[in-house]
C-alpha cells in the first residue's frame, strides 16, 4: 500500500473519442485550463469509430508525426501527462503473432514522440473470440491479459499504463461484480503495476459511492481509475452538460488511482464541467476540515460562472483559431451586429413560400434583400401597439397593426427585442445551464418549465372552450402558470438571439444547434399553452380527446425514466425531448429534429394564436405577396380585400382558433391556417360564407377589364365562382382518414428555415389535441420546394390528380 500511495492521482480529461476531433488551437487552450485549475493528465485516442480502430495497424505519415509530437510536447510543457490510447479490440487476433507485432510497433512509434503513458482499451466490443483465440486461450479476459502483459513489457513498464476492460461498469458485469469471472481473472493475472478503468454502477453513474469502490478495488486487487461519463454527450444529439462536477465526494480519492473526464463533444461546452472538477480535486488534496474547503457543488459552479463570464464574450473565431487580424474583423463584425453565423457574411437559402391553393400566388425568391426590406417597409403603415401581459393575462392576445421599421411585433407580445445584439449576462448563462445541466437531473430553470408544463396539461379543462363553469380562482391559478412558462420561452429566445449575436464565434459553433432546437422547441409549446386557454375543448366533446391524447405521451416522460437504475439515453432529448413528449405530437419525432440551418441568425420569432387584430395585417401581406408575383401594383387589385376574402377569409370567418400567426421584430411574417373537420366547415362555408361575399362583392356589369387576366384581374362573378370552387369536396376516403385540412403561408424575407416548420408544427399540436387524427395538405405537382417541405415533416402522397383542382397533389399525415 505504500507503493500505491507514492503513485499520483492522475486525474484530467480524456477527449472526446466520438464527434469531430478538436483543433490544435482548442487543445492548446485546454492544456492551459488543466494547468490553471491543478489537473494533470490527458488522455488521447483516434477518433474511436470502426475506420479509426482499424488503424492501430498503421503507422503514423511523417506529417501525423509531427502533428502528434507537437501535441505531446504541448501538453507536458504545460504539466500535463500525456495519455496515449490505443482500442485493438474489435478486430484483433489476439493469438497472432503478427497482430501483435503491428500494434507494438504502433505504440512503439508514438513512444519514440515523446509519449510516456499509454491505454490499451477493450471496451464496447464482443466477448466472442475466433477459432485460434478459442484454442489459445482458456477465455476472453485471458487473452486481454497475455496481450496488455505483453505490451505493457515491450514498452518498459510505463509508469502510467491503463487498461479499460470489456466488464467495465457494474452493470455490465455478469453475473455481479464481486462474481464476475472475468473480473477476477482481471485481477489475477494482470500485472500489478497496470490501472485498470471502472466507470462506476453505470456507463453513466448518478453517483461513486465509496463501498461500490471498495468492492471494485478488492475484485481488481488494485485501486481503479475512474473514467467518468458525467459530461459526456456523445450518446444524445439534443443535449449538453454544462452543470458541475457532481455525485462524487472528494474522499473517493483513497480508493482511486486516478479520475478521468469524458466531457461534452463540443470543446466550449467543457469549461464548467472541467473548472469544478479542478475545484473536486483541490478539495480532495486539502487535508483540513474546515467546512469551507469542502467541495460543493454549487459553490463551485458559481465560482466557474464568475471566470466563465470574462471569456464568454471574448471576439474568439469558431475552433478558437484567432489571430490579431481576425481579432479586429471580429470585432468590426461585431459592431456592425450582422447575425451570420461562423462563416461570416453570405447568402442565406430562403424559405421556401407556400401559397394557399392552387390560385394564390405561387412561391418567388425575393430580388435581393434590399428589396425585401423596401417591401417590408412599405407593407406597414400602422405600427403595432404593446400589450403587457399580466399574472391574470389571457395569454396571447396580439397587438394591432402592421410590419415596419415600428412595428416591433414579439415586442408587443412581451418579446423584447433581440438582446442578443449585445454580450450574454451572467443570468442568461444561468439560464443556460440550467436548461443543459447532468445527465439525471436538470437545473432550476428546466424543473420549473417541466413542472409548469405538467400541471398546465393535466389542468386544461380549467380553461376548455366548452367546459363546465369553473372557479375565477381556479382560472387565475392556471393563467398565472401559463404566465410563467411563457416568461421562460421569452427568456430561451432572448438567450437564443444573444448566443448568435455575440461577438464569441467559438460558444456560437458549439452551443448553436442546441439552443436552436431549445428555441424551436419553445416556440411551439409557448405557441400551445396560449392557444389552450378558451380553445381547447373538454372531453365531453365529440371531438375533445384531450385526455385520450396525452394518455400515451405524458406518461413516459423523462422524469418518470431516468431513475437511479436507468441510463440517461433511455429517453433522450433532454429538456428539448421532455417539453416535446408533453405536447399531443410529442411522439413525432420528424416534426422536431432537424439539423440547424447553416447560418445562424439572431432575429427573434414568435408564433402565437391569430386574433381577430392580425386581420388587416395578414390581408396585406398576402396582398403583397400577390401583387409581388404576379408582378401588379395596387391599383390593379379591384377591392383592397379581394385575395385576403379568397385565401384568408373562410378560415378566419369560420375558424379562428385553428390559425397561428409568425411574426418577427417587423411584424407578422407568415401564418398557418388549419381547419379541425373538412365536411363541417364545407357546409359552414356553403350556409354563412359564400352568402356574405355574394353581398360584398355583387355583380355589376362593364367591370370586366379586357385586357386584364382572371387569375389577376377577376371580376365578382370570376371570383364568386373561383371561391365556390375553393369549397369543393374531397373524396370521403380521404376525409376518413384525414378530416382535418392545413394551409401555410409565409414571407420570402425569412431567413431562418425553421420557423415555417415550427410554425406548422404548432397547428398539428392543436389540432391532435381537439381530436384529430389527420391532416392534409393540396400541392402543385409543380411547387417542389413545398413538396420537399412536407416531406420531410411526415407528409405522404395520398392523392394525385383526383383533388377538387384535378391537378394537385394531396399530402397528408396521421396524427
Known amino acids: 500500500m505504500e507503493e500505491e500511495e507514492k503513485k499520483p492521482f492522475l486525474c484530467g480529461v480524456v477527449e472526446g473519442f466520438y464527434g469531430r476531433p478538436w483543433t490544435m488551437d482548442q487543445r492548446k487552450v485546454l492544456f492551459q485550463w488543466m494547468q490553471r485549475w491543478g489537473l494533470n493528465t490527458y488522455l488521447y485516442g483516434p477518433k474511436d469509430d470502426l475506420k479509426h480502430r482499424l488503424l492501430w495497424r498503421e503507422v503514423y505519415s511523417h506529417e501525423e508525426e509531427g502533428q502528434l509530437r507537437t501535441l505531446i510536447q504541448e501538453a507536458q510543457s504545460r504539466g500535463q501527462r500525456f495519455v496515449y490510447a490505443l482500442s485493438p479490440g474489435q478486430d484483433i487476433v489476439f493469438s497472432s503473432s503478427c497482430d501483435l507485432t503491428l500494434l507494438k510497433r504502433k505504440l512503439r512509434q508514438v513512444s519514440d514522440l515523446g ?43 510505463p509508469p502510467v499504463f491503463l487498461f479499460c476492460p470489456t466488464e467495465y461498469c457494474g452493470s455490465l458485469c455478469s453475473p455481479s461484480v464481486s462474481k464476475s469471472p472475468y473480473l477476477q481473472t482481471i485481477g489475477e493475472d494482470l500485472l500489478p503495476n497496470i490501472t485498470v478503468i471502472w466507470t462506476g454502477s453505470k456507463v453513466i453513474s448518478r453517483k461513486l459511492s465509496v463501498d461500490g469502490l471498495a468492492e471494485v478495488e478488492s475484485v481488481l486487487q488494485r485501486p481503479p481509475l475512474v ?19 457532481k455525485g462524487r465526494e472528494p474522499q473517493l480519492r483513497s480508493h482511486l488511482r486516478g479520475l478521468l473526464l469524458n466531457p461534452n463533444c463540443e470543446f466550449e461546452a467543457n469549461y464548467i464541467p472541467l473548472h469544478s472538477l479542478g475545484s473536486w480535486y483541490r478539495a480532495g488534496k486539502e487535508e483540513r476540515k474546515d467546512e469551507e474547503c469542502d467541495y460543493c457543488p454549487d459553490r463551485a459552479l458559481s465560482a466557474a460562472l464568475h471566470d466563465w463570464m470574462q471569456e464568454l464574450n471574448q471576439p474568439l473565431q469558431a475552433g478558437r483559431q484567432s489571430t490579431r487580424a481576425e481579432q479586429r474583423s471580429s470585432a468590426a463584425t461585431t459592431r456592425c451586429k450582422t447575425p451570420d453565423g ?50 391574470g393575462c389571457r395569454p396571447g392576445a396580439p397587438a394591432a397593426g402592421g410590419r415596419g421599421p415600428k412595428a416591433q411585433g414579439p415586442k408587443a407580445q412581451g418579446w423584447g427585442l433581440c438582446g442578443g445584439k449585445g454580450p450574454l449576462s451572467e443570468s442568461q448563462v444561468r439560464l443556460l445551464v440550467g ?23 393535466a389542468n386544461c379543462h380549467l380553461v376548455s372552450a366548452n367546459g363546465k363553469k369553473t372557479a375565477a380562482q381556479k382560472i387565475d391559478e392556471w393563467r398565472g402558470r401559463s404566465c410563467r412558462v411563457l416568461s421562460l420561452c421569452e427568456d430561451i429566445a432572448q438567450l437564443h438571439c444573444s448566443v448568435v449575436g455575440g461577438a464569441n464565434r467559438a460558444v456560437l459553433y458549439d452551443l448553436y444547434p442546441y439552443v436552436w432546437d431549445l428555441r424551436n422547441t419553445a416556440l411551439v409549446a409557448k405557441a400551445f399553452i396560449c392557444w389552450l386557454d378558451g380553445r381547447v375543448l373538454s372531453d365531453s366533446s365529440a371531438m375533445g380527446t384531450w385526455r385520450n391524447c396525452f394518455h400515451l405521451c405524458g406518461k413516459s416522460t423523462g422524469a418518470d425514466l431516468l431513475g437511479v437504475e436507468s441510463e440517461p439515453w433511455a429517453f433522450k432529448g433532454g429538456v428539448s425531448g421532455e417539453v416535446q413528449m408533453l405536447l399531443p405530437i410529442g411522439s413525432s419525432n420528424e416534426l422536431f429534429t432537424h439539423p440547424p440551418p447553416l447560418f445562424p441568425t439572431s432575429r427573434l420569432y414568435n408564433v402565437r394564436p391569430y386574433h381577430t387584430k392580425d386581420k388587416l395585417e395578414l390581408y396585406r401581406m398576402v396582398r403583397q405577396l400577390h401583387l409581388r408575383t404576379q408582378g401588379g401594383h395596387e391599383a390593379s387589385v379591384a377591392h383592397p380585400d379581394v385575395v385576403g376574402d379568397r385565401c384568408f377569409g373562410p378560415c378566419l370567418a369560420l375558424c379562428p382558433e385553428y390559425c397561428f400567426i409568425l411574426e418577427d421584430e417587423l411584424g407578422v411574417c407568415g401564418c398557418v391556417l388549419g381547419i379541425v373537420d373538412v365536411r363541417s366547415f364545407a357546409k359552414r362555408c356553403q350556409a354563412s360564407w359564400m352568402p356574405a361575399m355574394r353581398d360584398k362583392y355583387p355583380p355589376r356589369g362593364g367591370n370586366t377589364h379586357p385586357n386584364t387576366q382572371v387569375n389577376t384581374h377577376p371580376n365578382t362573378q370570376d371570383l364568386i365562382k373561383l371561391m365556390e370552387e375553393d369549397q369543393g369536396e374531397y373524396p370521403d376516403s380521404l376525409l376518413y382518414h384525414f378530416p382535418s385540412q392545413l394551409r401555410l403561408d409565409a414571407l420570402p424575407e425569412l431567413v431562418d428555415v425553421s420557423v415555417s416548420r415550427t410554425l406548422l408544427t404548432a397547428l398539428l399540436t392543436a389540432l391532435k389535441a381537439n381530436g384529430s387524427q389527420g391532416v ?20 405522404l402522397e395520398i392523392l394525385r390528380g383526383e383533388a377538387r383542382s384535378r391537378e394537385g397533389v394531396v399530402l397528408g399525415r396521421l396524427l
Not at 482499451?121 to 486481454?144: G, K, N, R, V, Y
Not at 436538470?442 to 417541466?450: C, F, M, T
Request: glycine letters at 6%; aromatic letters at 10%; hydrophobic letters at 30%.
Open 342 to 391: 461562423p462563416r461570416g457574411p453570405a447568402a442565406v437559402d430562403k424559405l421556401p413560400v407556400f401559397p394557399l391553393n392552387s390560385s394564390s400566388p405561387p412561391s418567388s425568391p425575393v430580388k435581393g434583400e434590399t428589396a425585401g426590406r423596401e417591401g417590408e417597409k412599405k407593407r406597414s403603415t400602422q405600427p403595432s401597439q404593446p400589450n403587457h401581459q399580466t399574472q
Open 227 to 245: 473514467w467518468d461519463n458525467l459530461h459526456a454527450n456523445d450518446y444524445d444529439s439534443r443535449r449538453l452538460f454544462l452543470g458541475p462536477f
Open 435 to 457: 436548461l443543459y445541466y447532468l445527465p439525471h437531473e436538470h437545473g432550476p430553470s428546466a424543473q420549473k418549465l417541466l413542472q409548469d408544463l405538467t400541471w398546465l396539461k
Open 776 to 795: 392534409f395538405c393540396e400541392v402543385q405537382p409543380t411547387d417542389r420546394h413545398r413538396l420537399e417541405f412536407l416531406t420531410k415533416l411526415g407528409f
Open 115 to 157: 509519449c510516456q503513458a499509454f491505454a490499451i482499451l477493450f471496451d464496447d466490443i464482443d466477448h466472442s473470440m475466433c477459432q485460434a483465440d478459442s484454442e489459445a486461450f482458456s477465455s476472453f479476459a485471458h487473452a486481454q491479459v497475455t496481450v496488455t502483459n505483453d505490451i505493457y513489457r515491450f514498452l518498459g513498464e
